[in-house]
């Protein structure tokens, strides 16, 4: 390592050599990783009638529980089974029309051997990711992925490093490649994602706001401005729905226009009707709040009133609401 003017040690040569030995491991097993049996790979996940059961010990195992998070983000049911608790009981989770993935840099892993006469007696599929691919795993497989020998980027060649990161993008790989083949579309990712910004976008509705604050106040056109006033305090709200005899919207009346009113006179005792704001914004609740905000947004709105088909007022969602809701 290189020493700085200062006389500390400069890490980013270390850093960028790591960093070039793992992309170029990553490209290099992007043009000889052998395509027949990734198809087959892919082709078995993609058949499976259960779900895919991913096991690894120590660092395989947390490549594992990666690959396995992104499978099961991504349409394909999976789960990861730690080899020590599937010797110890969990091998139940496994049934015949799993696929079973099993992680191992040389293949040899003792725990995870342990497992293969009860997975064979089970009757999964099996895929083995490993290094070498004349090992035991690599034999007993139905698919079996090799990685290839490859150059750690740890100077001791000891902390398994290149070998994890290529496992790692090859899981990604092979997520993304049955992502596509699924057809599986920015809906189904929000629907996995519901917590999500990109789930609250996509599904979370007006509706879903509005029932949890049961604000809806409401007045005739015939009510005072101090009815109107009453029913923006009790509500919370800063704006009150207007409504015809038959209980349709016609305006809506804002603490603003009360304000603009008031400063002609006192206009407590008059009709709502007059001071209204005719033709208001109006939304179903099965609108998407993401696009409501928009709506309040670009229109500088900070109450909307919420109807049914024949205009009639089910809630006021508030732009406060929206805000935090997380959108």
Request: proline share 3%; with cysteine; hydrophobic share 40%.
């Amino acid at each position: 390592m290189a020493n700085t003017e200062l006389g500390k040690v400069d890490y980013l040569e270390t850093v960028k050599r790591v960093l070039e030995v793992e992309a170029k491991a990553i490209t290099e097993l992007s043009s000889n990783i052998d395509a027949e049996k990734l198809t087959q790979a892919i082709q078995l996940i993609l058949d499976c009638k259960g779900r895919v059961v991913i096991t690894g010990m120590g660092k395989s195992g947390i490549i594992g529980r990666k690959f396995n998070a992104t499978l099961a983000s991504t349409g394909t049911p999976s789960l990861f089974m730690h080899p020590s608790e599937g010797l110890h009981g969990d091998l139940g989770m496994i049934t015949k029309d799993d696929v079973v993935i099993m992680i191992s840099n040389s293949g040899e892993t003792e725990e995870v051997l342990n497992l293969l006469p009860s997975i064979k007696k089970i009757g999964p599929k099996l895929i083995s990711i490993v290094r070498n691919e004349n090992s035991t795993m690599g034999q007993v497989s139905d698919v079996t992925l090799s990685i290839g020998v490859v150059e750690e980027a740890c100077p001791l060649g000891l902390a398994p490093t290149t070998s994890t990161t290529l496992t790692l993008a090859l899981g990604d790989a092979i997520a993304i490649a049955l992502l596509e083949a699924r057809e599986f579309t920015p809906l189904d990712f929000a629907l996995y994602h519901p917590s999500g910004s990109l789930g609250k976008k996509l599904l979370l509705t007006v509706g879903d706001i509005i029932s949890k604050s049961g604000c809806n106040p409401i007045v005739k056109e015939t009510d005072s401005v101090q009815d109107a006033l009453f029913q923006m305090t009790t509500h919370g709200a800063g704006a009150t729905a207007i409504v015809n005899e038959n209980g349709n919207v016609t305006g809506i009346l804002t603490d603003g226009d009360v304000r603009r009113a008031f400063a002609k006179g006192n206009v407590l005792g008059e009709e709502v009707i007059n001071f209204s704001s005719k033709n208001p914004f109006i939304v179903k609740q099965t609108e998407l709040a993401f696009k409501t905000l928009s709506i309040m947004n670009d229109n500088k709105i900070s109450a909307l009133i919420v109807a049914d088909d024949q205009k009639q007022p089910i809630g006021m969602l508030r732009l406060h609401e929206l805000i935090n809701a997380g959108l």
